[in-house]
């Protein structure tokens, strides 16, 4: 299965169903997501610095969850 490498800011547009993400949709789609160490550490920051409780962490984390991680 190939393979695309997401970055924070993409994952973030999908994440938010914001429209930008819709451009990245066709390259992910019937792809092995993989995200890096560091997509995971900005994702919980996210959402511990904005203190939006343990809802939001939780989302953060499933969704980081979902992909593969890899160190680059």
Known sequence: MASVVI????????F???TRGDLYKPHID???GVISF???AELDFW?????LGSEATGAAR????AF????F
């Open 7 to 14: 970055d924070t800011d993409v994952l973030s547009f999908l």
């Open 62 to 65: 499933a969704l980081h969850s």
């Open 47 to 51: 959402a511990d610095s904005r203190k």
């Open 16 to 18: 938010k169903q914001d």
């Open 68 to 71: 593969h991680r890899d160190r």
């Open 38 to 40: 560091m997509t995971v």
């Open 30 to 32: 019937g792809k092995l």
